[in-house]
């Protein structure tokens, strides 16, 4: 199995990005697809995620109304789309894959597959 994670880069805040992971080797379709995300001394968190089916879609409070999750089964590939990027919104972004056919969770123990990480740096 593996999950190629993409997109990162330099971007001033207010600034966007699209991440991708496109994924090999499982069914994607029966997998929660969950981005997490990681900044320097911290914990790894749980940034947004979608069922297997497309829905429901769960995000964490701090990126609500400015990040999108969105899939595509026939492509293998998720996506998350970050828009208004604040400098807290630094950190290694990661891909995973939760399943098959499991609820939608948050916590990164849980999930069975991690992508490489992306890097997303926000400047001011």
């Known amino acids: 199995v593996q999950l190629q994670a993409s997109g990162g880069g330099l971007v001033q805040a207010g600034g966007s990005l699209r991440l991708s992971c496109a994924t090999s080797?499982?069914?994607?379709?029966?997998?929660?697809m969950g981005w997490f995300r990681q900044a320097p001394g911290k914990e790894r968190e749980f940034v947004a995620g979608?069922?297997?089916?497309?829905?429901?879609?769960n995000y964490a409070d701090s990126v609500k109304g400015r990040f999108t999750i969105s899939r595509d089964n026939a492509m293998n590939t998720v996506w998350l789309q970050v828009n208004n990027l604040k400098l807290e919104d630094t950190a290694v972004y990661y891909c995973?894959?939760?399943?098959?056919?499991?609820?939608?969770?948050?916590?990164?123990?849980?999930?069975?597959?991690w992508g490489q990480g992306t890097l997303v740096t926000v400047s001011s």
């Open positions: 995973s894959a939760d399943g098959p056919y499991t609820v939608l969770r948050t916590t990164p123990n849980e999930y069975d597959y």
């Open positions: 080797g499982l069914t994607f379709s029966r997998y929660c």
């Open positions: 979608i069922s297997y089916s497309g829905s429901p879609l």
